[in-house]
């Protein structure tokens, strides 16, 4: 696998014009550069296509009768030239002519006699400012068009940031501006104060180790709201301590509440395959339990008629095989899916939790029509959770169901009358409902102030199923 730190270039591309001294082709090409010579400005740029050219040297145009000045003002002109490095050859004490050339677009010059030392070092010179140019170009394309907040923070000298793009605004909710060399608004003064700490030791443990980074942590935005990024990074030593963070920020709020969701529906899907599995249990097992007791008690009858005092030890076990198969049944049906709900949906699944509640139940609306599944046990949990409270501590006399649906949402409500100070956290079961809802993107509401009853108020997205 390639080092992730290292890139390809091309070679170098350089292009000799006009009367040069002929030993500064094989100099170059020793360099590991690509030369082309050529005598005239016209025969340079008649090759730009194939070959491009990084470097350009020029002298005096011997074939053209073209001087220094003209060589350098026509080749600057020339498309595909704009962002060479112009090197002029200029006479001994040419002076003036140097000047005229620079005048006109070169970049540089050295005057004759030179050394291949001189020559190189110039040479190595111009190439090094059209890397660094090309560079600039590349990395101000990237700040603008890289999804992310690209950056690079001293973090030798307090974290202090020296380049941020745009695109931090959005992220963060502060402006480029704020972060530029800032010693108190820098990444780190942003992050969550929970997350800080961890992520310092991943930076430490990276600079030990060495190779990049990536990690997942909050942070707060300018308006106090708690967003999910992405940091991928690489950290830089140098010399005297020093250690910049190169990196790129990506806000992932979004994908990671997605994945919660899938979680949370995971989790309710595995609790009601569970449920459907404990039908099952119901049927194969405590049922069979049943039929058998039920035959034990004809058994009993026939010796209660026969003999009396001797039946009265076989109706005891009986009775404890009663309490047995009760307790076992009660434990079974906890929360079970009913068959009402899966068979015929959820408007008749909550007028028969209303119809077996102890305490008077008022349904004042009810949804026509299936919705999708985990939407009706959502609602229908909603509904028999809350009933259950009203029994248990609400001291009602009454209670009213509404559920209402339109295009949006589904408005599941259980009102009463009783003696209030529900709360959705206190353990009143509320707590689960809480979470079943999340996962189904829905919200819960308990609003229950002493002495003046409770309202148990749920929101959920309408997923309608077609039914043929």
Request: charged share 25%; net charge negative.
């Amino acid at each position: 696998m390639p080092d992730s730190g290292s890139v390809r270039r091309r070679p170098t591309g350089v292009l000799v014009v006009g009367d040069v001294e002929p030993e500064v082709g094989p100099w170059l090409r020793a360099e590991g550069h690509a030369v082309r010579a050529v005598p005239t400005v016209a025969a340079a740029v008649a090759g730009l296509d194939g070959e491009p050219a990084d470097l350009v040297i020029a002298g005096a145009e011997r074939a053209g009768g073209r001087e220094l000045a003209e060589v350098c003002r026509a080749l600057r002109a020339a498309a595909g030239l704009d962002d060479a490095w112009l090197l002029a050859i200029t006479p001994a004490g040419g002076r003036r002519l140097a000047d005229a050339a620079l005048a006109v677009g070169a970049d540089d010059w050295v005057h004759r006699p030179f050394t291949r030392a001189q020559l190189l070092a110039r040479a190595r010179s111009g190439l090094r400012a059209v890397r660094q140019r090309t560079e600039a170009s590349l990395l101000q394309a990237m700040l603008v068009n890289v999804p992310g907040a690209i950056y690079r923070s001293a973090w030798h000298a307090g974290h202090r940031l020296e380049l941020i793009s745009d695109e931090i605004e959005r992220i963060s909710g502060y402006p480029p501006v704020n972060f530029i060399a800032s010693e108190r608004r820098t990444l780190l003064s942003i992050i969550h104060p929970d997350d800080r700490e961890r992520v310092e030791a991943a930076v430490a443990a990276t600079l030990a180790a060495g190779g990049a980074f990536e990690l997942e942590y909050r942070i707060v935005r300018a308006d106090g709201e708690e967003r999910w990024v992405l940091d991928r990074g690489q950290l830089v030593p140098a010399s005297g301590g020093r250690v910049w963070l190169d990196g790129a920020l990506v806000d992932v709020t979004e994908r990671r509440a997605a994945e919660l969701r899938a979680s949370r529906g995971r989790v309710v899907q595995a609790a009601d395959a569970a449920r459907r599995r404990i039908e099952r249990d119901l049927h194969d097992g405590a049922q069979q339990r049943l039929v058998s007791l039920s035959i034990q008690v004809q058994l009993a009858r026939a010796r209660v008629a026969d003999d009396p005092a001797a039946a009265a030890p076989f109706l005891d076990d009986l009775g404890r095989e009663l309490q047995e198969a009760s307790a076992e049944l009660r434990e079974l049906a906890r929360g079970i899916h009913p068959s009402v709900l899966t068979d015929r949906g959820l408007s008749p699944a909550v007028a028969a939790l209303a119809s077996r509640a102890p305490v008077p139940v008022e349904i004042v609306d009810l949804p026509d029509g299936r919705l999708a599944a985990d939407i009706e046990a959502c609602a229908y949990f909603t509904v028999a959770e809350a009933l259950t409270n009203v029994a248990k501590y609400a001291e009602a006399s009454h209670a009213t169901v509404r559920i209402a649906q339109d295009d949006e949402a589904l408005v599941v409500e259980v009102r009463d009358d009783g003696i209030g100070g529900a709360a959705a956290g206190g353990g009143s079961g509320l707590t689960g409902l809480v979470e079943r809802l999340g996962a189904c993107d829905g919200t819960l509401e308990v609003v229950s102030p002493p002495g003046e009853g409770t309202l148990v108020r749920a929101v959920l997205p309408v997923r309608v199923v077609q039914r043929g």
